[in-house]
């Protein structure tokens, strides 16, 4: 098995998460939702695996390149 960083691909503020660890993901499935300049961004999964492990929480500022999840692919 491999670990698979998520990263972000914008800096915002964590407004949703939306998958929990554990859960079976396939790509393109959105883990959480960023907000920025008032808009809503998607992290998403870039690879079939199960989310193992959520390294921020709701209302967390991020900056681009931040590993926000891991999945175990």
Do not use: F, Y
Not at 6 to 14: F, L, M, R, S, Y
Not at 31 to 41: C, D, G, H, N
């Amino acid at each position: 098995m491999t670990i698979i960083n998520i990263k972000t691909e914008i800096t915002g503020n964590i407004w949703k998460i939306e998958a929990q660890v554990g859960q079976k993901l396939a790509e393109g499935d959105t883990i959480m939702i960023l907000e920025s300049m008032k808009m809503e961004i998607p992290v998403s999964a870039t690879e079939d695996g199960v989310l193992v492990e959520i390294l921020a929480e709701e209302g967390a500022t991020v900056t681009e390149g931040t590993v926000v999840a891991r999945i175990e692919a």
